[in-house]
């Protein structure tokens, strides 16, 4: 049985999808947690359903692509919860092209939110979690940034970079006992996955050992391990939870 009571937890983009089922998840184990989302309503939503457990649980309203965002949004973090023991960089997004048609703006907004978020988030997270001399950071990358996958250059190369920055911040810390670790789904059912069609949907079940795609339920399990002292000794590490895609 995992058990993180009383640990202080964040998790961006936890208004929907994998990043609310995170939260939950975390709640469940006995965190109190805080989510952010672009949309304050959906923020609010999960936070009230974290409530519902007995957890302490505060919406913030950010872009977490946005310095200032996330500079106010840590700062009325630790005003509530007084320490940071578990932070989970979630949020991100797709803007798929081919190269030849890939826009300026789809490049540079899929970076922005899907890795400088995380480079910010984890700036503002080493402070406090050095100071307690511990503390867990787990990053949502993604199988494509270990596979590459054609009409997502942006989206594997943030994802690719998820993994570089990981992999760095955990060399750095780890003297401090904070393990920083990825988690790489495959294709989970979630809004992302939604739009694709029917046929490519199939293709892609069809490629992949398991035959199915992935739960929201399942990254969260994977990520529930990472934050808990189950861990203590795994650090800068990348964890498939893709159905055996990639091996
Ligand atoms: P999703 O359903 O689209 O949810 C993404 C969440 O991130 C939403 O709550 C969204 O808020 C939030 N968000 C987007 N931009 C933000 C910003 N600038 N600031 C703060 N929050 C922001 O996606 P998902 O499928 O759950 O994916 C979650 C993570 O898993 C992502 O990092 C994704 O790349 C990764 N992943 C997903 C899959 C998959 O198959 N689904 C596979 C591999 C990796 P709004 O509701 O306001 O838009």
């Not at 005003?79 to 092209?97: E, H, P, Q, S, W």
């Not at 190369?157 to 790489?184: D, Q």
């Not at 339920?217 to 994977?222: F, L």
């Amino acid at each position: 049985m995992i058990d993180l009571a009383g640990k202080a937890s964040l998790v961006t983009g936890g208004g929907r999808g994998i990043g609310r089922e995170i939260a939950l998840k975390l709640a469940e184990a006995g965190a109190d947690v805080a989510i952010c989302d672009i949309e304050p309503e959906s923020a609010q939503q999960t936070a009230a359903d974290i409530e519902k457990h007995g957890r302490k649980s505060l919406a913030l309203k950010a872009d977490v692509s946005n310095a200032g965002d996330v500079s106010t949004m840590f700062s009325s973090f630790l005003d509530a919860f007084g320490k940071m023991d578990v932070l989970v960089n979630n949020a991100g997004i797709t803007r798929d092209g081919l190269i030849m048609r890939m826009k300026d703006a789809d490049w540079d907004s899929v970076l922005a939110i899907n890795l400088k978020s995380a480079f910010l988030c984890c700036r503002e997270a080493a402070r406090p979690m050095m100071k307690a001399r511990g503390g867990k950071i787990i990053n949502i990358a993604s199988v494509v940034g270990l596979m590459g996958n054609a009409g997502q250059a942006n989206y594997a190369a943030s994802k690719a970079g998820l993994i570089g920055l990981t992999k760095t911040l955990a060399r750095e810390l780890a003297t401090r006992a904070i393990n920083v670790n990825a988690v790489a789904p495959g294709f989970i059912q979630t809004a992302m996955t939604d739009k694709l069609s029917p046929q490519a949907k199939e293709s892609l079940s069809a490629r992949i050992p398991m035959q199915k795609l992935g739960l929201p339920d399942d990254v969260a399990n994977a990520v529930l391990f990472l934050a808990s002292s189950l861990s203590d000794y795994v650090t800068g590490q990348v964890l498939a939870v893709d159905g055996g895609l990639v091996m």
